[in-house]
């Protein structure tokens, strides 16, 4: 299964910007669709962004549309998220997943999913 690690959390002020990256261990990268999930304090985890093998086809949490953006080079096996005009409710710990299609990523069961070990984001008001 592949390994995930992600970084580039992090403090910032409410309208700033961060990048957060994933970098993917393991021969397959290619092969699985990426996601951004994020959970907040006392709130369940949810999908922000995903991202197919192919990179023709994405998806947005209607929460983020229009300043995040997902992104993947699947040579350098490694996923993106661009985050921009960032709010206080964007205040969550960030999780990089692999899964094998948009579709299974969005559904709860979570059986096959590899997850990464999370990493801080603070939106300060």
């Known amino acids: 299964q592949v390994q995930l690690v992600e970084s580039g959390g992090g403090l910032v002020q409410a309208g700033g910007s961060l990048r957060l990256s994933c970098a993917a261990s393991g021969r397959t990268f290619s092969s699985y669709a990426m996601g951004w999930f994020r959970q907040a304090p006392g709130k369940e985890r949810e999908l922000v962004a995903a991202?197919?093998?192919?990179?023709?086809?994405?998806y947005y949490a209607d929460s983020v549309k229009g300043r995040f953006t997902i992104s993947r080079d699947n040579a350098k096996n490694t996923v993106y998220l661009q985050m921009n005009s960032l709010k206080p409710e964007d205040t969550a710990v960030y999780y990089c997943?692999?899964?094998?299609?948009?579709?299974?990523?969005?559904?709860?069961?979570?059986?096959?999913?590899?997850w990464g070990q999370g990493t801080q984001v603070t939106v300060s008001s």
């Open positions: 991202i197919s093998w192919s990179i023709i086809n994405t």
């Open positions: 997943a692999a899964d094998g299609t948009i579709a299974t990523m969005t559904r709860p069961d979570t059986r096959g999913r590899a």
